[in-house]
């Protein structure tokens, strides 16, 4: 098979940029390792920049998230029950975040693919790159018993943290970042009505909590555990005992509980991948990057990867111009450290570390008083949090 861009990966960062290629006429096609049911099974993010938003609209699949997204403008941090509110609108000239989940935004994306009967390959195996340096890169992919050939101009790796595109570029050139938290985040689902119309981020002495959604109906809540818990250590009720425990008085006794319908553990990680070009091939989204989720930057960050990507592929099909590509690692990567910034700041704010020492707790309220105390901060915050530009 001969395409023009091949796409590794069927998440959002994948599915995104192949619509945006092929809404301009150029040709892709993606390869993605599990089934289409099992990509949509995956629950994740859920609060969207406005600049992702965007990028949905031009990608001409942002009708139903604009009919049934919410958009935020503000949400609230509690520090051992006193509730405080950001107001994003106020401190970034009007601008907001949409709630509208992972899971709803993918199903746009696959919808729109297939409408435009975009080539996107699933339950694929074995993928190898071969002449990334060259002019006529390609690569191998395995699909049943069988292995087959796509010769492309670009090779895009949108195939997430533990995919295979990182690893084909050579260690001497690779230079990896890492922090790991001591802690991890239990998440539970539930169909019940949020506690509160906007995120509360919830500091407590019994560790972090949060309180998220997806709809009006759906609600995401989450608590800071050890690492060494597990799922089955968390029964239903002694999940919405803790978050009781971890929330303000007025939240903690309106708190509506129900049966959890997910309920999952993800360790805390910062990790960056530099560069995020070899050769001709791209990494994008979380191949390249990993946020902690506090603060919400994970999916945002692979959207403006693609939004560079896009413009960059734009700019050599239609203009011969390749100067989009050549500064498309650089350009990126600027991006991405700022979101590591916010996300390593907003979790060392916010959550309970085991080995802190009474001067780092110090350091901490500290941080929390400026915060609240001075207009160029919560301006600061409220900046990040929106997003910045891309
Ligand atoms: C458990 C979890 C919870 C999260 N929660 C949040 C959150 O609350 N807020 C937030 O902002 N972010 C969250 N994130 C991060 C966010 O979901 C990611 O940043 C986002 O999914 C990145 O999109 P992506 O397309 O780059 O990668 P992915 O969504 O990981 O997509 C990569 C795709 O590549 C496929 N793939 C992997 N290997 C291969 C292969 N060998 N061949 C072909 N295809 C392959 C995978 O099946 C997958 O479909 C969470 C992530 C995880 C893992």
Redesign the pocket.
Known sequence: MKTKVGI?????????LSQLLDLQGIDNIV????SRE??LG??????LEHGFAKLMRVAKCGDRMDAEGELHDGFFIAENGVKRRIDLAGHTGGNSVVVYG?TEL?RDLYEAREKMGGNVIHN????EFFDLKSDAPYLT?KRGDEINRIDCDFIIG???????SRKAIPKDVLREYEKVYPFGWL?VMSQTKPVSPELIYSKSNRGFALC?MRSQVLS?YYIQVPLTDTVDDWSDDAFWAELKLRLPTAEAAALETGPSIEK?I?PLRSFVAEPMRYGNLFL????AH??P?TG???????AS?IYYLYHGMLAHYKNGDDTGLEQYSEKALARVWKAQRFSWWMTSLLHTFPDNNAFDDKMQKTDMEYLFSSEAALTSLAENYVGLPF
Do not use: C, W
Request: glycine share 18%; net charge negative.
């Open positions: 590794i990966g069927g998440g959002p960062s994948g599915l995104m390869l993605e390792r599990q099992y990509v995956r629950i994740r993010a859920g609060v992972q993918t694929i195996d074995d993928v992919y949108a195939d997430g943290f533990h995919g295979p998440g998220s995401r999952s993800a994008a989204g979380d191949a990993i946020v989720p919400a930057k994970g999916l945002n960050s692979a990867d």
